[in-house]
């Protein structure tokens, strides 16, 4: 796979303290197409997954807080909910 090809991921995490909490949400969402509450879509090339990851182990506390990263096979067919919106990965990001 070559590094500028994004890959769709299922990003969800578990924080204990607010304080941590507001800066998991900021950081994912920089990175999110989709999503709710503690769990988004995002679409990362293998170095955006590194810097996320890396992002999170500064904010996230081993002891108290979880954070899980799901590779998803876009071959499979989406289901949404409600008002849901099938992801895809956009032509550009901002991420700031």
């Given at each position: 796979?070559?590094?500028?090809?994004?890959?769709?991921?299922?990003?969800?995490?578990?924080?204990s303290d607010?304080?941590?909490?507001?800066?998991?949400?900021?950081?994912?969402?920089?990175?999110?197409?989709?999503?709710?509450?503690?769990?988004?879509?995002?679409?990362?090339?293998?170095?955006?997954?590194?810097?996320?990851?890396?992002?999170?182990?500064?904010?996230?506390?081993?002891?108290?807080?979880?954070?899980?990263?799901?590779?998803?096979?876009?071959?499979?067919?989406?289901?949404?909910?409600?008002?849901?919106?099938?992801?895809?990965?956009?032509?550009?990001?901002?991420?700031?």
């Amino acid at each position: 796979m070559a590094d500028s090809q994004r890959v769709l991921y299922l990003a969800a995490y578990d924080v204990s303290d607010a304080g941590r909490l507001r800066a998991a949400l900021h950081c994912v969402r920089a990175y999110a197409t989709g999503g709710q509450k503690s769990v988004h879509e995002v679409w990362l090339t293998d170095a955006e997954k590194g810097e996320l990851l890396g992002d999170m182990s500064f904010i996230l506390h081993d002891a108290d807080d979880s954070f899980l990263l799901i590779r998803l096979d876009v071959r499979q067919t989406v289901h949404t909910l409600g008002l849901g919106v099938t992801p895809v990965d956009p032509d550009w990001f901002y991420l700031g």
